[in-house]
């Protein structure tokens, strides 16, 4: 099955500053890798998505980007203000075979004032 | 907007005792999910279901069970709650006929489950 890495686990930046949060993932099929943010005392949501045919998304601040040879993608979030402080997972999934997401461990960003 | 609702934020229990765990959706999403939260371990899958009166076992489904008689509800059961019980229990809902993403997971606001 698949196999979702999710690397450091705490990220700390000044606000202001560019954080990048990556993962690898295993099984070369997965297709859909949605990233999701999980603020204090509530439920994971998704911020954005990606799917194997573009290798960049943009929404604002935030980006992703999928490298299929390397069986990575990563997150990308601009000019950290102090409320994108949180728990941010990202997974993955062969969108053809199932609706099974496999979610990394998630990462603790912070973002000092 | 999708909404997923859990029947509670904050639950305690004795061990031993049967406990349910009650999830709605109200975006007529056909596939449900039932997760776990602990800290250093993510997101883990405990059951889920893709229809009514339908279920699969997903990644950890030991110690627990699911109902699923309405397509807007599904419950998980847990039999005889045991202390490594404890968790933070997540649900979640996708719709693959629906008009955005396919796999796209919206998830409730959690119940944190004690068991003593």
């Known amino acids: 099955g698949e196999n979702v890495e999710q690397h450091p686990s705490t990220l700390s930046v000044q606000e202001g500053d560019s954080a990048v949060i990556k993962c690898t993932y295993s099984d070369s ?3 859909y890798f949605p990233w999701y943010k999980q603020e204090l005392g509530k439920g994971p949501q998704l911020i954005i998505d990606i799917r194997s045919n573009v ?4 929404d604002q601040r935030i980006a992703v980007t999928l490298n299929k040879t390397a069986k990575h993608f990563s997150l990308h979030i601009t000019e950290t203000q102090p409320e994108d402080s949180a728990v941010y997972f990202c997974a993955a999934v062969n969108s053809g075979a199932n609706s099974k997401l496999t979610f990394g461990k998630g990462i603790t960003l912070s973002v000092r004032p | 907007d999708v909404k997923v609702t859990q029947s509670s934020r904050y639950l305690v229990k004795r061990t031993g005792e049967k406990v349910f765990l009650e999830c709605v959706q109200d975006m007529d999403h056909e596939n ?3 997760y776990r939260q602990d800290p250093g371990l993510g997101l883990r899958l405990i059951y889920f279901s893709y229809d009514v ?3 699969e076992k997903g990644d950890i ?3 627990y ?4 008689e309405k397509k807007e509800r599904f419950s998980l059961i847990l ?3 045991s202390t490594n019980q404890t968790s933070m229990y997540l649900c979640a809902s996708s719709s ?3 008009g955005g993403p396919r796999d796209t997971q919206y998830f409730g606001p959690g119940t944190r489950l004690t068991v003593l």
């Open chain 2, 32 to 34: 449900m999910f039932w």
């Open chain 2, 65 to 68: 069970s699911v109902s699923r």
């Open chain 2, 61 to 63: 489904p030991e110690g």
């Open chain 1, 29 to 31: 099929a997965s297709n």
């Open chain 2, 53 to 55: 009166k339908m279920k």
């Open chain 2, 79 to 81: 039999e005889s709650a």
């Open chain 1, 55 to 58: 290798g960049e998304k943009k």
């Open chain 2, 96 to 98: 693959p006929s629906a």
